[in-house]
Every structure is written in C-alpha cells, then in structure tokens.
C-alpha cells in the first residue's frame, strides 16, 4: 500500500516506497561492457572486511533502534507450496502487529508470499501501511518461457501487489549471455510499470564475488528498484560477505547515476544478531541515508520472533521463552 | 509493568551512533610499582629510581616501574649468564614444554594482557584483542614446536648450538607481540635473555614475567629490565652474546657501531617507509581497506606501515573518492571501546613528531585531508590524514612519520611504480593490489622490500620471516629464519 493509505494509529511502519520511476540505463548491447567494466572483488578482503565489521558492538539505545529497524525492514516471508489463505492471513495479522502485547512494537515492511495469495494479502493488508510483495517470474529458477514469466509479473501488478521479486535468469548470466540477461530484466521492469521491483541474484549459485557484483550492476543498469541476495530456496543464502559485496556495488551505482537501489538480504537471517550485523553493514558502507525501509529489506521468516525476544530482553532486563511470542 | 524503552523521535535518526561499549579493566589488578624481573624474581632496582608510566588516553599514571641502570643490567645480564648452562642442558623436549605452558598461559590471560595493552599503549582493543594478543600466543605455540627439531631445521650444516645470552630492545608500538617474537625464538634455541621494554609501555611485559613465574620457567631464564635509552645502551655494552633490537633506525645505527668489532651477533629491525601500489585493475573497494589497514592500523605506529600509497593515474580519482569517504567512518576515540577504530598516539613525543611531519608536508605544498571527527580533551590524539599533490622530494614521502599520515602519490607505469616504491633508503614492506597474478610476481621480484604482500597488507604469522632491506634492518624474524641468529654452527667431522 502506499503512502497516501498509510495509517499511524495502526502501525508503525514506514510509509512504503513511493511507485517506482526506476528506469533502464543501459540498452542489450551495452551489458557486455557492464560486466567487464564491473570492479572486480578480492575475497579474502571482502570477507575479512565483513567479519570484522561483525564484531561492531551494539548496546543499549542504539540497539532498541536497531532491533526496530530491524522489523521496520522486514519482508515477512511465507513462500511454501504448502501456504494457504488460513497461513496468509494469519501472518498479515502478525505483519501488522507483531507483538499483539506491545502495540508500539512497529509493524513490518512487507509480506513476501507466492502469486495465488495476493489477493487475500491485499484484502488483510488494506489500510495498515504493511506492502504486499509477491515472488513472480518463475520463482525461484526463472527458467519458464519469457512469455509466462513476464504474464506472470503483470498479473501480479493486476492483482494489487505493491512490490514484486523477479529472479535473475542463471542461465544466462552464467552462460555468459549478457545481453539477453539484461534484456529479460528490461522486459520484466517494463512489465512491472511503476511497481516496485527486486531483482533476485541468487548469489549462492553464481560462485564468485565478481560475479556477484557483475549481476548487482546488470539489474541495477536494467532499472531495478532493489537487488535482493537469495530465494531462500538454496542452501547458501544471504552471508555478510554477499551484502557486503551487493553494498558496494550499490555504493558505486549511487556514485556513477547518483540513483540509489535499494538492497534486500533474504534466506538464512534467523537471529537478531546476525540482523544487526547487516545493519552495521549497511551503515558503514552506504550510510545512514541508508537505513530504510525504502532502501534496506531482510526478508525472514522465523527472524521476527527472536528480534521480538531480544526487544523484550532490553525492556525487562531477561529473556522470555518462545512460547511469550506468537507464532503466525 | 515495565519502562517504556526511550528512542530517537521520527524513523531514522540523522545518525546512527553506536552507544559506547567499552571492555571492563576490572580484570587488571595493577600494583604500584613493579621492580626488574631478575632470576625469577621482582627485585628493587639498584639505582633506586622509579618512572611513572601512563595510560596514552587519559594521562594517568597507571604505575611506576624501576629504572634500570648500568649495574642493574649487569646484574640482569649475570643472572642470564647463570641461567644458560643448566637451559642448555635440559631436553629440548623439556625447553618446548616451557614454551608451550607460556602460550597457553598467554591464551589464558587473554584478555587481561589485551585490556592492559590498550591502556598502557592507547592502541583500540578490537586490535589487542584480536591481533596483538593471539599472534603473541601463536609465536610461542610456533617456536615451542622448533626447541626439538633444531637438528633437522638446517641440514648440512652442522650442529645448531645456542649462541649464549641474547641482549634484546624492543619498541613501544606492539609491545607484547615483540617481546614474543624477541623471547620464543630464543628460549626454542636454548638461549638466555635480558629483555628491554620501551620505557612507555613496559606494563605486558611485566605481566608476561608474571606468566613466565607461574610457568615455572627457570629463573634467569628470562630477565626483564625496564628504562629508557641508557638502560638499553647498558644492555648494549654489557658482555651479551648477541643483541636484537626493533625500533628506529637513528638507534638502530648507534647499537650498531657501538657492537661493531666486539663479536656480539646482531639484527635490526628498523624504520620503513614502505609503498603500497594500487593498480587501475584491483579490486579497489578491498584495496581501499587494505590502504586504510595499512596506514590507519596501530594509529601508523607500525615500522612496515604503508605509509606512501601510489595509485596508478586511471583509478586515482576514484581511489581518492572512495578513500576520503570511508575515512569519515573511521572511529577515532577511547580506545578501550569495542567499536573504536583508531585510538591514541603512544606518547607526547610521538605526538609532536607527528605534528611537526605533518606541518612540514602542509609548508611544503602538499594538500592535506582530514575528515572531522571530535577528539577526547584529555589525552594525545591525531586525526587520520591524507595528504595529496605529494611527490618524492617532500619530507612526508621520504621520513618515516611513525603516525595516522598516509602520502598519495600516482604512477603511470609498473616500472615506474618500481622505481618510486624502491626511491628511499628504508625498505621493509610494501603492498602490490592487482587483479593480474604475473604482474604480482613480476613486482615482488623487483621490489627492494623484507615483506611484499599481495593485495593484502599487514598480514603476520609466525611461519613467515620478517625483516628489512637498507636502513630497514638486516636479519629475519618468524619463521624457520628466525632461529638462525640465536644459532651457531658446529660442524661435524666426517
């Protein structure tokens, strides 16, 4: 939803994103020379950057902020073959409210859910200033026709979905065809119109950092809003070291086009900590301006209880058990 | 019901200020004073003269500590000499367990030995903590394993035999890594050893004396004296075998002359102005860590710092870029803080040196970059600095500052990257970032420096020699190099 039906009395959340103007800066015949012209990427720095950007310690003030920061970013995420209407609606009620104890606990970003749901999404989320964010394209290997992952896509904007995370084609990324890669984002910005748009890399499967952050500028230059680390659906999701890598490149886009893309973090984030830690991330490398929900998302799933847990923590001065906090 | 948790009014605050976090000192229990550690035991000092010591950051006296003249060193230097035979004559497998029971002892007190670091020498805890403290642990872990495999260490050349009592100085800027890389080599060859700390940062020191007791090493083993300039030079003249010294290359010349034709063996590790070398196609944004590391790590109190950075022309304006945004991160301020990124400058001295470089670079017509930052009133304190629109002949290219000062320079080709890193008398490190493997090894090879590191920069270990070309130095540390000057060479008759 956006900012014009965003309603404080209900939720805390930020206003979301406003309709995305993000257009292509690049044309197909200009992808090679964006991947070769892409900085490469020692990993042992980067790595060694991360882990020591980790050991930040966050106390007190700066950590409540954080920790609601930390919920204000979120993409709670259901994307099960299993998910029904009973599922979605009762995670939305938790989006909104995440601590039905804590009115002041703010609500979440958005909720990450496949197609089908969107229209029950958009019906419980009216209103209360939390998105709907479906997955589309083809989700999670992108590998269906063009025609269907595009259709795809503009079904999901007809269905009322405010932002919508694509996943980068592999295939061609890896195969070194460049420029139907960046064409297929292009087609799919098109198709998305102004509605928000992440573009997924599923770094776990590229292999290296260069390519990492070859992808970040290829989605970036086809006009992506955000660039998202992981589907969650492969073993190797969202480390430090991938947003890190993603950071910078997005740092180097803002320099170059003086346009900022937003990044999102999604699969293996579980624990409040290693959440603070993305935002020390984020912090130190593009800055504070940063430090949105219109320019930083974690999409999670079992995150919100334990950030919950840890809120309650710095409130009481102990920890509650899981069974304090519900589990929608 | 609970309280209300207060937060910033509206979303984002306009910044994101990481409250404080400092580790606690309540594991120091300092005494008073602390006497000289000789033959196994804290002794008064002979001279009767005691110095406070201070804490760089706030200027308090943390304690006194003895000073240590001519006829206290002799005593030092007897009780080393006592010590050596029955050393000698113990199993090397018995020596290495010593050693061992060192390191773990030094893993044990981990965190007592970093919180005093820190306050003793203003360095931040995050680098104590992580690098000063743990690499001080792994050099004795390492020569511990060498105390019994001498034999095989350098085949074909006879049997390795200590050289005696070694005299060894050692610097203010990582005190009790040095004083590891300075005593595991030593005790692993089966040598005594009389141990100079710098005079303003002699507190781990005495702390690894501690260690030492409670390791059961044997007294006279290792003799720790504390004072400045004249106990070293007592050390100096005293009837030792064989002299190590790190620290400047002004002393660095005087130990030499004055041990010249006496017989007593020698290394020197010494000053450095070393180059590191950016090329258009290096990872940059790992390349701009590795400059700040290199520069920015120890506050620059480091003799293998990168302290010129040469950025070939395509990339300079980027590089630049890139460097002064992310010295605007940089955290400087109480260095017992976790998150504090550069602490404080060791002593008023160094502060003024410092000063004065920098003031030189400004007169000359360098173009100096400082981001802002507040500074604590109390204690000495430097802004990290760049300086550009530098070249060879500016003071600030040539001396080493010993500081938070980086000068840039550019370079068009790989030869002339050559040329300019290897136009100055030291020769200790350098630092080459590039994507392309051949042009690293066609640098490394070329480049007149002890240490090349490859897009990495201030990298230690215990397995791998350190050391300088020129008025660097001469001899190595660390490693399967490190036992040679505490050896001699007996050869075998066939």
């Not at chain 1, 950092?209 to 998202?228: C, E, H, N, P, T």
């Not at chain 1, 803002?254 to 984030?269: E, I, P």
């Not at chain 1, 490398?285 to 999409?299: A, C, K, Q, S």
Request: net charge negative; charged share 25%; proline share 6%.
């Amino acid at each position: 939803m956006h900012a014009g039906r965003y309603d404080a009395s209900v939720s805390r959340s930020a206003e979301i994103a406003p309709r995305s103007q993000a257009e292509p800066v690049a044309t197909a015949g200009e992808a090679a020379r964006i991947v070769a012209r892409t900085q490469a990427v020692d990993a042992v720095g980067l790595e060694g950057r991360a882990a020591a950007l980790a050991t930040r310690s966050i106390k007190r003030d700066t950590k409540v902020w954080g920790l609601e920061l930390v919920i204000r970013c979120m993409d709670l995420t259901t994307l099960e073959g299993s998910d029904t209407t009973g599922k979605i609606v009762a995670m939305c009620a938790k989006a909104v409210r995440p601590d039905p104890t804590r009115p002041d606990v703010p609500g979440v970003a958005a909720v990450c859910i496949y197609p089908q749901h969107v229209p029950v999404a958009v019906a419980q989320l009216r209103g209360t200033g939390v998105a709907v964010a479906s997955v589309a394209g083809g989700f999670p290997a992108g590998l269906g026709s063009l025609g269907s992952r595009l259709h795809e896509i503009r079904d999901v904007v007809e269905a009322g979905a405010d932002e919508i995370d694509i996943v980068l084609n592999r295939s061609l990324f890896l195969g070194g065809r460049y420029a139907e890669t960046l064409e297929e984002l292009v087609a799919a910005r098109e198709a998305a119109g102004p509605t928000h748009l992440k573009v997924i890399l599923e770094t776990g499967e590229l292999g290296s950092y260069d390519r990492v952050r070859q992808a970040s500028m290829l989605a970036m230059a086809a006009g992506a809003d955000f660039i998202k680390t992981s589907t969650g659906k492969i073993g190797v999701s969202a480390t430090l070291p991938v947003a890190l890598c993603m950071l910078e490149a997005v740092r180097d886009f803002r320099a170059q086009t003086g346009r900022l893309v937003g990044v999102k973090v999604a699969g293996g984030v579980r624990r409040a900590k290693q959440a603070l830690q993305h935002l020390v991330l984020v912090h130190e490398t593009v800055g504070v301006e940063y430090m949105t929900p219109d320019l930083f998302r974690i999409g999670a799933s079992s995150l919100l209880n334990d950030v919950l847990m840890q809120l309650e923590k710095e409130r009481t001065g102990h920890y509650s058990g899981p069974d304090y906090f519900t589990i929608d | 019901m609970t309280e209300a948790i207060e937060r910033p009014a509206g979303d984002a605050p306009p910044e994101w200020e990481y409250a404080s976090a400092p580790e606690s000192t309540d594991v120091m229990r300092l005494d008073d004073r602390y006497g000289l550690f000789i033959g196994g035991e804290f002794v008064e000092p002979k001279s009767g003269r005691w110095f406070p010591t201070i804490s760089p950051s706030t200027e308090e006296t943390l304690a006194e500590v003895a000073d240590a003249d001519a006829a206290d060193v002799a005593r030092a230097v007897d009780a080393a000499r006592d010590a050596a035979p029955a050393w000698q004559g113990l199993a090397p497998s018995e020596r290495a367990k010593h050693i061992f029971r060192i390191a773990r002892q030094v893993q044990e007190r981990a965190r007592e030995l970093a919180v005093l670091e820190t306050m003793n020498g203003g360095k931040p805890i995050k680098e104590s903590r992580d690098v000063d403290v743990p690499l001080a642990a792994a050099h004795f872990f390492y020569y511990a394993g060498w105390a019994d495999k001498l034999e095989y260490a350098f085949p074909g050349r006879g049997s390795p035999k200590p050289v005696g009592v070694a005299g060894q100085i050692i610097p203010w800027n990582f005190p009790l890594l040095m004083a590891a890389w300075k005593l595991a080599p030593a005790l692993a060859t089966g040598n005594t050893a009389v141990l100079k700390p710098a005079e303003t940062t002699p507190l781990t020191a005495l702390l690894l004396a501690q260690i030492m007791q409670e390791a059961e090493l044997p007294p006279g083993v290792v003799n720790i004296v504390t004072g400045a300039g004249e106990t070293g030079a007592a050390l100096v003249d005293s009837p030792v075998d064989k002299i190590a010294f790190t620290g400047s290359t002004a002393v660095g010349k005087a130990i030499r002359r004055a041990t010249a034709g006496s017989g007593t063996r020698l290394t020197l590790e010494l000053g450095g102005k070393a180059a590191n070398i950016v090329f258009e196609d290096a990872p940059l944004d790992q390349a701009v860590e590795g400059v700040i590391n290199g520069i920015f790590f120890n506050q620059g109190h480091v003799c293998c710092a990168g302290s010129r950075l040469l950025v070939q022309e395509p990339v300079f304006d980027v590089l630049l870029g890139k460097l002064k945004e992310r010295l605007q991160t940089l955290r400087v301020g109480d260095p017992l803080d976790k998150n504090t990124d550069i602490g404080a400058i060791n002593s008023k001295a160094q502060l003024e040196k410092i000063e004065e470089l920098v003031t030189s670079g400004v007169d000359e017509g360098a173009e100096i970059y400082q981001p802002e930052c507040d500074l604590p009133e109390r204690g000495f304190w430097f802004r990290p600095t760049l300086f550009t629109g530098v070249s060879q002949s500016h003071r600030i290219a040539r001396e080493e500052i010993f500081g938070p000062v980086l000068s840039i320079l550019t370079f068009r080709t790989p030869d002339e990257a050559i040329e300019k890193a290897n136009n100055t008398p030291y020769g200790l490190s350098a630092g080459i970032w590039t994507e392309k493997g051949s042009r690293i090894l066609h640098m490394a090879q070329r480049l007149r420096a002890g240490v090349v590191w490859a897009n990495t920069f201030n990298r230690f270990d215990p397995a791998s020699p350190f050391g300088g070309y020129k008025e660097s130095g001469f001899g190595r540390e660390g490693g399967l190099h490190g036992l040679e000057p505490y050896l001699t060479f007996e050869r075998v008759s066939s």
